[in-house]
């Protein structure tokens, strides 16, 4: 981090996050920095301060003010926070990203203490480039940009969705080791459409109905060519933008800039590890299975491609392939016959008779797995899952709606309705669940499994694009990466303990994709692995003399 000292003594060191170290300055730094005095004078570890941080923590009484501690703190101290949180990860992650990162986007603008990331309004037209200017780190690598539009399943949160980009780029770090430095979260400012936001004197965004259009369009162009301009090496990542906008977005970009959406691309490729390593215990290979979703958005439709494409890559036709996969949306099952398709079902609308009711879908389908991406809790009822158990002996059940309080189901439900032959995996985390004295550890088909190993690849081959193919082997690496062990319990992703491992494995992949395609824009390293693990941020306090 010396590279980000730039000269900076006294309070402004004490007061910038990446520098601060706060009591662990040695006597000698404080003498030369000029913060003797300014701390208190005993000299402590960075152990014994995390210590007492997970100390008050672990006295918060709410998973709320749980989060506003941990986000003070990496706003004052950053290799601290992250130390705790990669230290500690099964505690930390369900606290700074789902479930409660979307709590805490709810009330945003009543839990705001410091500004964090930029925000872009329509009102900025003309001037982007001059706000990225305003970023205080030259070498960005990694943005994540939001529009609020439908922030997890909770809907149009507006500005108060800046969370979610703060939280990503959190586990960008956290978990595949790149720097805080390189990562920039946006919020694009164009409104909101909820009532209840418009009318609360403390929310942050413009208080205006949600731009739409051309003028939509121009604004995200102009980003766009801004963040190429300023960050030319960055991978600008599209976050939580509603349905129309979110495969519009990345249609239009997906070729010519390095860029992504991990509801769509992210999301497929957790799910499509999910599905590989339950096949192991289903007995049911991927090429034989039927599926059907429940939800035709963004991720849906988006783990239905990759699925194609992984069937293609084992010799299914793509016709064949798509025929495997079925959904069922709001006005029931997506079929050929319907009229009031958006463009982006129509390639899964297969011949068939409607079908209203989920549990004659399922009935009438006959699916091996039903995968829930819809945000309505509870949708898979016990007659639903009930139906699944029946037609299979290892019914593949996954509620991945984030955050858990719109899962389609719960894992206790899942297991118990299928007196414990359900494959459960779901987006946020449950407890385990013991049923008939065997215990179940479901597994979270969370985005965190793929995003930070997908990113720190593109990074490490600085690759011009990014393809679907990375996702596909990111998701083949996933799976590799479950044990026996993890089956055994009833988990289909490997412990999150080793999510450093696991993006590692996966950045290596992504980067020897990159460089197989021509996308890679440096020589290519004789050691891929070496060279990528050299670059992962360690949250180490540096010696500054």
Not at 31 to 44: N, T
Not at 504 to 523: M, W
Request: with cysteine.
């Amino acid at each position: 981090m010396k590279n980000y000292l730039h000269g900076k003594r006294g309070v402004d060191l004490l007061h910038d996050p990446l520098l601060n170290k706060g009591t662990a300055f040695t006597d000698a730094e404080r003498d030369a920095l000029g913060v003797r005095g300014l701390l208190p004078p005993r000299v402590h570890s960075q152990a014994e301060q995390v210590h007492r941080v997970l100390e008050s923590f672990r006295r918060k009484t709410s998973d709320l003010e749980k989060y506003i501690y941990l986000i003070s703190l990496q706003e004052r101290n950053e290799s601290l926070f992250y130390r705790v949180v990669m230290d500690n990860l099964d505690e930390m992650m369900p606290i700074i990203y789902t479930p409660t990162v979307g709590q805490a986007c709810q009330k945003w603008g009543h839990i705001f203490r410091r500004s964090r990331g930029l925000y872009i309004t329509p009102s900025d037209r003309g001037r982007i480039v001059q706000l990225l200017r305003n970023w205080p780190y030259a070498d960005v690598r990694m943005i994540v940009v939001t529009d609020g539009e439908r922030i997890l399943g909770l809907g149009d949160l507006g500005a108060n969705g800046m969370g979610i980009p703060v939280g990503k780029l959190s586990l960008y770090t956290a978990c595949a080791g790149i720097h805080p430095a390189q990562c920039l979260p946006i919020m694009l400012d164009v409104g909101t459409n909820t009532e209840s936001l418009l009318a609360d004197p403390l929310y942050i965004g413009t208080p205006q109905k949600r731009l739409r259009g051309l003028a939509y369009d121009d604004l995200v162009d102009e980003l766009v060519k801004a963040v190429q301009q300023m960050f030319p090496q960055a991978c600008l990542q599209f976050e939580d933008f509603g349905n129309a906008n979110a495969f519009s977005l990345l249609h239009r970009y997906q070729d010519r800039i390095c860029t992504f959406n991990d509801d769509i691309q992210g999301t497929a490729g957790v799910t499509l590890a999910g599905l590989y390593s339950a096949s192991r215990l289903s007995g049911v290979k991927l090429t034989d299975m039927r599926i059907l979703f429940y939800g035709a958005g963004e991720a849906g439709i988006g783990i239905g491609d990759l699925i194609v494409d992984a069937l293609k890559a084992e010799g299914v036709s793509e016709a064949t392939a798509r025929r495997q996969c079925w959904f069922f949306d709001s006005k029931g099952l997506v079929v050929a016959s319907r009229t009031d398709l958006v463009e982006h079902k129509l390639r899964f609308a297969h011949d068939h008779a409607p079908e209203k009711d989920l549990a004659a879908a399922v009935a009438a389908l006959k699916p091996h797995a039903l995968i829930g991406v819809s945000g309505m809790a509870g949708a898979f009822t016990e007659p639903v899952v009930q139906v699944m158990g029946k037609l299979n002996q290892r019914p593949l059940i996954f509620a991945l709606s984030n955050p858990t309080s719109k899962s389609e189901c719960t894992a206790e439900q899942a297991y118990t309705w299928t007196k414990g032959r359900a494959v459960f995996a779901s987006g946020s985390p449950f407890a385990p669940v013991t049923l008939d004295g065997r215990t179940y550890v479901s597994g979270q088909g969370n985005n965190s499994y793929i995003f930070p190993g997908v990113g720190l690849g593109v990074i490490a081959s600085q690759a011009s694009r990014v393809t679907n193919e990375m996702f596909f082997v990111a998701a083949k690496t996933l799976a590799g990466l479950v044990t026996e062990g993890d089956l055994a319990i009833g988990r289909i992703f490997p412990d999150l303990t080793r999510i450093r491992e696991v993006s590692t494995a996966i950045a290596i992949a992504v980067a020897e994709t990159a460089f197989n395609r021509g996308l890679a824009r440096q020589i290519r390293p004789a050691d891929m692995a070496a060279h990528v693990t050299g670059q992962m941020y360690q949250p180490d306090y540096e010696h500054y003399l």
